[in-house]
């Protein structure tokens, strides 16, 4: 299960809802319950000015906590239409590795083994905002334009807060 949960409000700083995956929007409260409930869970920790992940050209393959943002990011396949679940499908890099794609969040999305085929093999192209918010633009073969939206907006803007520096001590 994957709960996303702004670390203030984990802290109780602030009230702020978490995601929880395969429902939704769930009240802090709530999130705070299960953190305390559970055996052990994962952080993502983001670059708190842009809330993205990135490993650039330094490595092809996509390191295990990139990975998970990305599932719970996407939620599903990013293909139109497609719902198989973002943990059974493929990362791949939306510009080619190969042609100078790099290993980010930017540049990534969960594609089901089907569609990851269909992109490279097929006529089908796909372009992904360079903003960091997972929006994909897919292009048919006929010129048709389709947008996809991950299921949770902005992973990483969701756990990264910077608002306690302001006039705060840090909580840690």
């Known amino acids: 299960m994957h709960v996303v949960v702004p670390v203030l409000s ?12 395969g429902y939704g929007p769930i009240g802090a409260e709530t999130a705070r319950g299960l953190m305390g409930a559970a055996s052990g869970f994962y952080r993502i920790l983001t670059d708190p000015g842009s809330g993205s992940c990135s490993y650039g050209r330094d490595r092809y393959e ?10 719970v990011r996407d939620g599903t396949c990013r293909f139109p239409g497609c719902s198989r679940k973002a943990r059974f499908c493929d990362i791949d890099h939306t510009k080619d590795w190969i042609l100078g794609g790099e290993t980010a969040e930017r540049n990534l999305a969960c594609l089901c083994k089907g569609h990851h085929l ?3 093999k097929t006529g089908w ?3 992904q905002d360079p903003d960091g918010t997972g929006r994909m633009t897919w292009t048919s073969p006929e010129g048709r334009e389709h947008t996809t939206y991950p299921q949770l907006q902005e992973v990483g803007n969701a756990v990264a807060q910077t608002r306690w520096l302001d006039a705060t001590p840090a909580p840690f």
């Open 125 to 127: 192209h796909v372009a």
């Open 10 to 21: 984990v802290m109780g700083l602030t009230d702020e809802p978490a995601h929880l995956e």
């Open 118 to 120: 269909l992109k490279h």
């Open 62 to 71: 996509v390191p295990k906590k990139l990975r998970r943002a990305l599932q």
